[in-house]
Nanobody
Framework: EVRFVESGGGLVQAGGSLRLSCAAS????????IGWFRQAPGNQPEGVAC????????YYSPSVKGRFTIASDHAKNTVYLQMNSLKPEDTAVYYC????????????????????WGQGTQVTVSS
């Protein structure tokens, strides 16, 4: 069973930074990518970033590229999302998620595009 423990959301002013953490466990295949999708009220989910478990390659949606950085610590089975230069439009619930690397969606998505996900953490960016 895949499990996620997320932390790090909160309220920040525009231009500020936050770091999300996700302790992930229960994976049985090497071809997984772990990452984050977000969903704002009334909007469809959006895949924002992922990292390949086997290669460490990272991928970003155009909306966050250059501002967000995803990284992993294999010893701690934890994935981090460093979010800088935050904008009000980044406000959403952020979900740590897993999917096979080749199936990861960056950009508009649906929840069923992801194999599994955590409980989510709220990120609010004030203007």
């Amino acid at each position: 069973e895949v499990r996620f423990v997320e932390s790090g959301g909160g309220l920040v002013q525009a231009g500020g930074s936050l770091r999300l953490s996700c302790a992930a466990s229960g994976f049985t295949e090497d071809d997984w990518a772990i990452g984050w999708f977000r969903q704002a009220p009334g909007n469809q989910p959006e895949g924002v970033a992922c990292i390949s478990h086997s290669t460490g390659a990272t991928y970003y949606s155009p909306s966050v590229k250059g501002r967000f950085t995803i990284a992993s610590d294999h010893a701690k089975n934890t994935v981090y999302l460093q979010m800088n230069s935050l904008k009000p439009e980044d406000t959403a619930v952020y979900y740590c998620a897993a999917q096979l690397h080749r199936r990861w969606i960056l950009g508009p998505a649906s929840r069923t595009d992801f194999n599994s996900w955590g409980q989510g953490t709220q990120v609010t960016v004030s203007s």
